[in-house]
């Protein structure tokens, strides 16, 4: 019996390691949709923006499935300030504001505390992952010229790629400031721990009033 039961215990313990990677993924499909589907009015997210925040870039890992696991738990508010949508490489995304862990885990994350939309350089930071279609992942597609708009729910920020470049991790230039009104998107260059990362540039192109309807491909 005890025998059965171990080898019952074995075979369990087996298909959850095989399956977590998908159930992973699954996980952070759901998180980062539930918030772009929540209910979040221009005021809240102006109010999300004035709150302190996180820029612990040392303590930034690939998720792991219990840390998302327990993010799938945690009904916390989430620092949520707007939204990026690029429609040709079906990407769509809150904007979280701080570098944690835990806004990683479902969408975009500011990278300086100074950053204004549609003003000087507009940071953005975003895990790759194993499943190229959740969270930054699709920017490995992306194309010079494509168009990337970003919300504060207010307004529209309308960006046009520009560059598509490797980096190091340790090229901070890249989320400095800049008098130039441009967009910078960052993640892993692949979809394990790595010190490349992929850097993506657009200028901005437009502003106009926010549109839950129209968004540019």
Do not use: W
């Not at 399956?19 to 589907?37: D, H, T």
């Amino acid at each position: 019996m005890v025998k059965k039961m171990i080898i019952a215990v074995l075979i369990l313990s087996g298909l959850l390691l095989i399956s977590s990677p998908l159930m992973k993924g699954c996980l952070i499909a759901y998180l980062s949709k539930s918030q772009i589907e929540s209910e979040l009015t221009a005021e809240q997210a102006r109010k999300n923006n004035m709150k302190k925040a996180d820029y612990d870039f040392e303590s930034i890992h690939p998720p792991g499935f219990r840390e998302t696991v327990q993010s799938s738990f945690n009904r916390k508010p989430k620092p949520i300030i707007g939204r990026i949508t690029i429609s040709s490489i079906d990407l769509d995304l809150p904007i979280l504001k701080g570098t944690t862990n835990e806004n990683l885990l479902i969408g975009a994350a500011t990278m300086r505390p100074d950053q204004k939309m549609g003003e000087g350089n507009y940071p953005l930071a975003g895990h790759h992952l194993k499943q190229e279609n959740l969270l930054f992942g699709p920017l490995l597609h992306i194309k010079k010229g494509a168009k990337i708009v970003m919300t504060d729910f207010r307004k529209d920020y309308i960006y046009s790629v520009t560059s598509k470049t490797m980096i190091s991790e340790i090229e901070a230039n890249a989320i400095q400031e800049t008098k130039d009104k441009e967009i910078t998107l960052i993640t892993c260059d692949k979809a394990v721990r790595t010190e490349g990362r992929l850097a993506v540039k657009g200028k901005l192109i437009d502003i106009s009033g926010h549109s839950n309807v129209s968004r540019p491909s």
